[in-house]
């Protein structure tokens, strides 16, 4: 069950990062983010409400932690696609995974030589998935802004499963909470929120959505598996995105990002079957 709720967390999260990057294309990154923030507290406070579990615990400080992380990834891994390509800033960002992967290893998890295997697969697949462009001359900026958005992805990631054990819809709605009191911040310096318009509000509400809703189900795994499994299998997104690329929008995919697709599905199944 852990390793299936981490895969449709990667999906949902890809799809999410498909549609975001839509909307920053049209709006600059820290209003396209701030925005798809409020829809997601909005459906993250339903869900709670509905299943009955607000509580009270140490589980929020970690919620804070990866609220924190969050924001600040999401808004240098969008501003990284605002001022580089896709190619060079996905499989940059998608490296996060080191972090909450590490973090699993100090905590104890001991993944079988199978599991291992699985993961090397899934992490080159990742990459080669992303269409990495690296040759030729590349501004440092995006460069510098999908780093950073890499560590504190990870940096959320073992935020989160580290207070999936107390409650994961607590965790996600504490973190939702802190991203939105930021969101508010900003607001406060702007006094706007950088020209985003009704016409932006669908393309926001999804992404949101699609963003809580994969943040749960990745805590949900964290907290009936272990993070190493868990933290590899929820870093796909790419891979959908790239999919969804090519289904959606026609994109053609080069035959790196098929071969990335191939071995990530079957790290997939090595870490599964392991």
């Given at each position: 069950?852990?390793?299936?709720?981490?895969?449709?967390?990667?999906?949902?999260?890809?799809?999410?990062?498909?549609?975001?990057?839509?909307?920053?294309?049209?709006r600059?990154?820290?209003?396209?983010?701030?925005?798809?923030?409020?829809?997601?507290?909005?459906?993250?406070?339903?869900?709670?409400?509905?299943?009955?579990?607000?509580?009270?615990?140490?589980?929020?400080?970690?919620?804070?932690?990866?609220?924190?992380?969050?924001?600040?990834?999401?808004?240098?891994?969008?501003?990284?696609?605002?001022?580089?390509?896709?190619?060079?800033v996905?499989?940059?960002?998608?490296?996060?995974?080191?972090?909450?992967?590490?973090?699993?290893?100090?905590?104890g998890?001991?993944?079988?030589?199978?599991?291992?295997?699985?993961?090397?697969?899934?992490?080159?697949?990742v990459?080669?998935?992303?269409g990495?462009?690296?040759?030729?001359?590349?501004?440092?900026?995006?460069?510098?802004?999908a780093?950073?958005a890499?560590?504190?992805?990870?940096?959320?990631?073992a935020?989160?499963?580290?207070?999936?054990?107390?409650?994961?819809?607590?965790?996600?709605?504490?973190?939702?909470?802190?991203?939105?009191?930021?969101?508010i911040?900003?607001?406060?310096?702007?006094?706007?929120?950088?020209?985003?318009?009704?016409?932006?509000?669908?393309?926001?509400?999804?992404?949101?959505?699609?963003?809580?809703?994969?943040?749960?189900?990745?805590?949900?795994?964290?907290?009936?598996?272990?993070?190493?499994?868990?933290?590899?299998?929820?870093?796909?997104?790419?891979?959908?995105t790239?999919?969804?690329?090519?289904?959606?929008?026609?994109?053609?995919?080069?035959?790196?990002?098929?071969?990335?697709?191939l071995?990530?599905?079957?790290?997939?199944?090595a870490?599964?079957?392991?």
């Amino acid at each position: 069950m852990a390793a299936l709720l981490a895969l449709l967390s990667s999906l949902t999260w890809g799809t999410g990062d498909f549609f975001g990057g839509l909307l920053a294309r049209r709006r600059s990154a820290i209003p396209a983010v701030l925005a798809m923030q409020a829809f997601g507290l909005l459906s993250i406070a339903i869900w709670a409400s509905v299943t009955g579990t607000w509580a009270v615990g140490s589980f929020l400080l970690a919620g804070l932690g990866a609220g924190v992380s969050g924001s600040l990834g999401l808004m240098a891994f969008y501003r990284a696609l605002a001022t580089g390509t896709m190619g060079v800033v996905a499989p940059i960002a998608a490296m996060g995974v080191a972090v909450p992967l590490l973090y699993g290893l100090v905590r104890g998890d001991q993944p079988s030589t199978v599991q291992w295997l699985g993961i090397l697969l899934a992490v080159v697949g990742v990459v080669l998935a992303s269409g990495p462009e690296l040759a030729g001359a590349a501004s440092p900026e995006p460069l510098l802004y999908a780093s950073g958005a890499a560590v504190m992805f990870g940096i959320a990631l073992a935020f989160m499963a580290a207070g999936a054990g107390g409650s994961a819809t607590m965790t996600v709605l504490t973190m939702r909470v802190v991203q939105v009191a930021i969101a508010i911040g900003f607001w406060v310096r702007w006094r706007g929120f950088g020209g985003i318009t009704r016409r932006d509000l669908p393309l926001a509400a999804v992404t949101g959505v699609c963003d809580v809703g994969a943040n749960l189900m990745y805590a949900f795994a964290a907290a009936l598996g272990p993070i190493t499994i868990v933290a590899v299998l929820g870093s796909f997104p790419p891979v959908a995105t790239a999919v969804l690329g090519r289904v959606v929008l026609q994109e053609r995919l080069l035959p790196m990002q098929v071969v990335g697709v191939l071995l990530a599905l079957g790290g997939a199944v090595a870490i599964s079957a392991g």
